[in-house]
T-cell receptor, first 107, second 113 residues
Framework: EDQVTQSPEALRLQEGESSSLNCSYT??????LFWYRQDPGKGPEFLFTLYSAGEEKEKERLKATLTKKESFLHITAPKPEDSATYLC????????FGPGTRLSVLP | GAGVSQSPRYKVAKRGQDVALRCDPISGHVSLFWYQQALGQGPEFLTYFQNEAQLDKSGLPSDRFFAERPEGSVSTLKIQRTQQEDSAVYLC???????????FGQGTRLTVV
């Protein structure tokens, strides 16, 4: 059975304090690893897709990386507007989501 | 439309009542997914359609849950005889093909009282 875990469960950062979120996955036949951002009361918003180990994608202050067992979402010099829950999802037979990391960035 | 549209946004149902939740995916998207999201949790897979075919319904929690997509576009998730544990946000997502990013709607928050 495909499984996705994320750590930490919650993270509080000061504005400008860089950090990384972890996503560990166990999937037979991974066909993609996806990162989403979810704000309260809204549906998940797509950020990145990674397809193979070693691949990296960047967007503004975010960079996603992928290994054979993990993916990391690096946040460089975060701002308060980056506060949200970040979800990763593996795609094997279908999308399996992790529980998310709740990020709070304090001004 | 420009995005995935779900209706209603909020639904309050009395225990035992039947409900129907609608999802209008992005035009041309072949695949459609339904998820259930409890407060503070990640989305949990319910079911998956490719066009009108329901290819995976392994996540439906009981036979009270039923989903359809008769013409390969709009989908309806029906819950019969609702129970309090059915209270959650129900999310719909669609994508162009099997391994591309899925785009989500805003969700329907169901509260069973």
């Amino acid at each position: 059975e495909d499984q996705v875990t994320q750590s930490p469960e919650a993270l509080r950062l000061q504005e400008g304090e860089s950090s990384s979120l972890n996503c560990s996955y166990t999937v037979s036949g991974l066909r993609g690893l996806f990162w989403y951002r979810q704000d309260p009361g809204k549906g998940p918003e797509f950020l990145f897709t990674l397809y193979s180990a070693g691949e990296e994608k960047e967007k503004e202050r975010l960079k996603a990386t992928l290994t054979k067992k993990e993916s990391f979402l690096h946040i460089t010099a975060p701002k308060p507007e980056d506060s949200a829950t970040y979800l990763c999802a593996s795609y094997g037979q279908n999308f399996v989501f992790g529980p998310g990391t709740r990020l709070s960035v304090l001004p | 439309g420009a995005g995935v549209s779900q209706s209603p946004r909020y639904k309050v149902a009395k225990r035992g009542q039947d409900v129907a939740l609608r999802c209008d995916p992005i035009s041309g998207h072949v695949s459609l997914f339904w998820y259930q999201q409890a407060l503070g949790q990640g989305p949990e897979f319910l079911t998956y359609f490719q066009n009108e075919a329901q290819l995976d319904k392994s996540g439906l929690p009981s036979d009270r849950f039923f989903a359809e997509r008769p013409e390969g576009s709009v989908s309806t998730l029906k819950i019969q005889r609702t129970q309090q544990e059915d209270s959650a946000v129900y999310l719909c997502a669609s994508n162009k093909q099997y391994n591309t990013e899925a785009f989500f709607g805003q969700g329907t928050r169901l509260t069973v009282v």
